[in-house]
Every structure is written in structure tokens, then in C-alpha cells.
């Protein structure tokens, strides 16, 4: 069972410093969403792809942060010059996107946590 | 601005009984909702879904109730097992999915 999964696990950074994480979604999916969750939150969207098409972004995704899906395949998320504001755990999903009721099934990976000293 | 919300951050059930779980939205748009299930260090797993032309939808133990007047939704289990210990996720979209939001969790213990 070849699930979303994501790299590192954890990242501890300091203020300033750049930093990149990886998702490979399920082969067949052609969404890709990044989330942030904080403590006591529920996942927060910040951008998703459908195939190598970035298609949304929210309004909370600073300039600060790159995402990009080559190929369609996996997805990158750069955060660039970390603040201590941006700890928190970046989840990873994605779906089979076809327009009907399984579509909106995300399958999520197992994050990334991210602390900033 | 929270659009999905969960009012209950804990809920605690005995096993056998019914848990219920409850969500509220604001958003007249959303077109399709869903629940999630979340243990301690892994992603959100999916659970069950309704669309907003349905009031109800059944998989085994858990069905979600839509009351799309009063922007609410409910998830019941029956019977509660102590593996559906978990943080509990409500989640709305419009139907284009291209953004999900999630409430802010209910985190149910079932006691043995």
C-alpha cells in the first residue's frame, strides 16, 4: 500500500534559515494539497495542484512560500527566511480528482512538523 | 474567520453507547462535507462524506446527518469502540474542492 507520504518527519530550523519538504502523493492522484495545523487546530489549506498546475493559493501564504509539483509527481514546499510563527505541522494530501463524490476523499500524509528556534 | 466549527473540543462516551459529534458552518457554498479521524502522530484519515443534496449518509457504525437550514452536521457512531478513541475532524468545500475547511476538532475518548 504505497500511501502520501513525506519528508523529513520532523525539521528543526533556525530563524532565518530556508527550508524544504517533500510529498509524494498516491501515483494515481492528480490533486495535491498543502496544509499548515497548528496546536489546537484543525488543518489550515495553503495551496493546491491539480497535475503540475498550481490552481489556488490562500490568502495566508505569504511571499515567503514556494510550492511546486514537477511533472504532476511529487510537490515541494519551500519556506524561505523561517519565522518562529511559521512552527507548526505541514500536512500533505491528495486526491483522485474526477468531479465526483470520491473526489473529495483526501488522503493525507503523516506531515512534516516544523520548529523554528 | 472560522467557516467550520466545532464547538465541543472533548467528548467522552462509554463503550457501546452512542457518540455524537457535532459540526456548524457558515458558508451557504459548501456543497460537500466530510469527516476525518485523526490518531497522535498521523495525518487525517478519511471517514465518511455527504453531499449537500443528501441528509444522510450510512457506512456501518457511522452516519453523518446534514441539517443544511441550520448550517449543521452531526456524526454519530453506534456502538462506540475504544479504537474510535480519536480527534474527530469536520470538513466543508464548495463543489469545485478546490479548498477544504476543517474545524478545529473534537477529541473523543471511549471508555472501556
Known amino acids: 500500500d504505497t500511501g502520501v507520504s513525506q519528508n523529513p518527519r520532523h525539521k528543526i530550523t533556525k530563524r532565518g534559515q530556508n527550508v524544504t519538504f517533500r510529498c509524494d502523493p498516491i501515483?494515481?492522484?492528480?490533486?495535491l494539497y498543502w496544509y499548515r495545523q497548528t496546536l489546537g487546530q484543525g488543518p489550515e489549506f495553503l495551496t493546491y495542484?491539480?497535475?503540475?498546475?498550481?490552481?489556488?493559493k490562500s490568502r495566508l501564504l505569504s511571499d515567503r512560500f514556494s510550492a511546486e509539483r514537477p511533472k504532476g509527481s511529487f510537490s515541494t514546499l519551500e519556506i524561505q527566511r523561517t519565522e518562529q510563527g511559521d512552527s507548526a505541522m505541514y500536512l500533505c494530501?491528495?486526491?483522485?480528482?474526477?468531479?465526483?463524490?470520491?473526489?473529495?476523499?483526501?488522503?493525507f500524509g503523516p506531515g512534516t512538523r516544523l520548529t523554528v528556534t | 474567520d472560522q467557516q467550520v466549527k466545532q464547538n465541543s473540543p472533548s467528548l467522552s462516551v462509554q463503550e457501546g453507547r452512542i457518540s455524537i459529534l457535532n459540526c456548524d458552518y457558515t458558508?451557504?457554498?459548501?456543497?460537500?462535507f466530510l469527516w476525518y479521524k485523526k490518531y497522535p502522530a498521523e495525518g487525517p484519515t478519511f471517514l465518511i462524506s455527504?453531499?449537500?443534496?443528501?441528509d444522510k449518509n450510512e457506512d456501518g457504525r457511522f452516519t453523518v446527518f446534514l441539517n443544511k437550514s441550520a448550517k449543521h452536521l452531526s456524526l454519530h457512531i453506534v456502538p462506540s469502540q475504544p479504537g474510535d478513541s480519536a480527534v474527530y475532524f469536520c470538513?466543508?468545500?464548495?463543489?469545485?474542492?478546490?479548498?477544504?475547511?476543517f474545524g478545529t476538532g473534537t477529541s473523543l475518548t471511549v471508555i472501556p
Open positions: 494530501a491528495s486526491s483522485p480528482w474526477a468531479g465526483g463524490p470520491s473526489s473529495y476523499e483526501q488522503y
Open positions: 501515483s494515481e492522484h492528480n490533486r
Open positions: 495542484f491539480q497535475n503540475e498546475a498550481q490552481l489556488e
Open positions: 458558508n451557504s457554498m459548501f456543497d460537500y
Open positions: 455527504i453531499s449537500s443534496i443528501k
Open positions: 470538513a466543508a468545500s464548495a463543489h469545485t474542492g478546490n479548498q477544504f475547511y
